[in-house]
């Protein structure tokens, strides 16, 4: 099965080089299958990890930045991959 790991966070006003740098530096435990980062309007930043995993395998997830760095707590989502019919 493959698990989709989603993280995404709101950088603090004018921060949002700095949120995507520390992201980038943010080396992940083990080996993911793939791994994008992306980044949107309002200074969000998103990385996305998949992992061939059961969906509640423990998996290791991206830190909390610091406080000052962001406006908000980051928001994580889990997925499952589904067949196409």
Do not use: K
């Amino acid at each position: 099965m493959t698990v989709a790991l989603m993280w995404e966070a709101r950088a603090a006003d004018g921060r949002g080089a700095e949120l995507l740098a520390w992201v980038r530096a943010q080396a992940p435990v083990g080996e993911p299958l793939r791994r994008e980062t992306f980044r949107a309007p309002q200074d969000r930043v998103l990385v996305i990890t998949w992992w061939d995993a059961p969906y509640d395998a423990e998996l290791p997830e991206l830190p909390e930045p610091c406080p000052e760095l962001v406006i908000r707590a980051v928001h994580r989502w889990r997925f499952e991959s589904v067949a196409d019919h």
